[in-house]
Every structure is written in structure tokens, then in C-alpha cells.
């Protein structure tokens, strides 16, 4: 059984920043497409960012120069680093892992950017 899961979620001041973590076991890693989605109280879950094999990346436009994902083959992990925090980058945060009809879901980990 696929098991992806997140670590690294808080509560951060606006401004600051956080480091979320996904470790995935039992699958070939390095040929998936990973990813980080978002959902909001009362809205639907929406992507971050994404990151293929290859290393190629792609953003929502709202996290675009401050959030970076990257990834680790050795250590079957991904990371998204936020930077700038802003209230409105509160949700949980959930890993994804995807190939072809392959498609797996972390638990989940809160981000809460309040003062």
C-alpha cells in the first residue's frame, strides 16, 4: 500500500516562513509526478505546485515567487518551502502522487498564518 505523508505544518506569523515535508514508501518514486494541493475551509481543493521526474515545476499563480517545491529521489521525499506567508495561504495542505491512473493522497498537514 502507497503511503505518502506530510510533516512540517504550523502556525506561522504573516511574513514568516514554513518547510512542509512528504515522505512516500512502497511505490517507484522517481517515476511519478508529485505534487501539492490546498483546501481551504468552505472551498475546494485547489493545486500549488507541481514537480515532475525530470524536476520540472509549475505554480498557481498565487504562490508564484514565493513557494518552491523540490524533490529528493534518494530519500522518496518532497518538500515545498513557503516563504511570505500570507493569511490567505491558510488549508490544509496535502501531498499527491500521480502516474497514469495512479493517483495517491496524503493525510494532510494544516498551515495557519495568523498573528
Known amino acids: 500500500q502507497v503511503q505518502l505523508v506530510e510533516s512540517g505544518g504550523g502556525l506561522v506569523q504573516p511574513g514568516g516562513s514554513l518547510r512542509l515535508s512528504c515522505a512516500a514508501s512502497r511505490m517507484n518514486f522517481s517515476i511519478y509526478v508529485m505534487g501539492w494541493y490546498r483546501q481551504a475551509p468552505g472551498k475546494e481543493r485547489e493545486l500549488v505546485a507541481t514537480i515532475t521526474s525530470a524536476g520540472s515545476t509549475n505554480y498557481v499563480d498565487s504562490v508564484k515567487g514565493r513557494f518552491t517545491i523540490s524533490r529528493d529521489n534518494a530519500k522518496n521525499t518532497i518538500y515545498l518551502q513557503m516563504n511570505s506567508l500570507k493569511p490567505e495561504d491558510t488549508a490544509v495542505y496535502y501531498c499527491?502522487?500521480?502516474?497514469?491512473?495512479?493517483?495517491?493522497w496524503g493525510q494532510g498537514t494544516q498551515v495557519t498564518v495568523s498573528s
Open positions: 499527491n502522487a500521480r502516474h497514469y491512473s495512479f493517483d495517491y
